[in-house]
């Protein structure tokens, strides 16, 4: 039964990390600039999941297996008077999408919920099978 609130708190750990991962997105939403001040924007970030507890794999649970880069093509927008327009007038941004990363966030949130629902019910049948034994 202890396996059950093993299960999860990983699916809670797995979840705050894609929460974390969300909200880096949401916050580079305009990062036009790499962290060596290049021109290249912010790339998407997206949490990949995997079977398995994070220490023990053959565990049941779940935990963030890595985090890649979206590869999709960043957002062209025509900004002539912008300091890194290019020739043309264009100005890359990320290739972040707010809607999808709300809607992201919204399913690692009621994840996140669900996750500590069952924790409280296993948490709930653990306390009646004791005061049944005691």
């Known amino acids: 039964m202890f396996d059950a609130l093993d299960i999860g708190a990983s699916g809670l750990a797995a979840q705050r990390a894609r929460m974390d ?60 008077g912008h300091p890194q327009a290019d020739k043309d007038g264009y100005v890359l941004y990320p290739n972040i999408d707010m809607a999808v990363e709300y809607v992201n966030m919204l399913e690692a949130s009621r994840a996140y919920e669900a996750n500590v629902t069952m924790m409280e019910t296993t948490k709930s049948m653990i306390n009646s099978t004791l005061r049944l034994i005691a």
């Open 21 to 80: 991962t969300i909200a880096g997105n949401t916050a580079n939403i305009n990062s036009t600039k790499n962290e060596k001040g290049e021109n290249v924007p912010y790339r998407r970030r997206i949490a990949m999941f995997a079977p398995g507890q994070a220490g023990d794999p053959s565990k049941p649970g779940v935990h963030l297996a890595k985090i890649i880069q979206d590869a999709s093509p960043f957002q062209k927008r025509y900004e002539p």
